[in-house]
């Protein structure tokens, strides 16, 4: 399988299921801005989850995504 190159000219981070993997292709802006809603779940853990398409960040063949705060049982 050839790998296609993500299209970053309307979105930051594209999110793909490839090979039975997880793939979070973006660009610096992008994985600096997954980091900060990261950073905000750590902070702020009363807030649950971030919905990334909620957010003008993905790119137009990105499937939808979401970063949760759960804790251990």
Do not use: Q, W
Not at 41 to 65: A, W
């Amino acid at each position: 399988m050839k790998f296609i190159k993500p299209n970053f000219a309307k979105g930051e981070i594209e999110l793909r299921v490839e090979n039975d993997e997880v793939c979070i292709y973006a660009t610096s802006a992008g994985l600096e801005k997954l980091a900060s809603f990261c950073n905000e779940l750590i902070s702020n853990p009363r807030k649950g989850h971030i919905h990334l398409e909620d957010y003008e960040l993905l790119t137009e063949n990105s499937m939808k995504g979401t970063i949760a705060l759960l804790e251990k049982n």
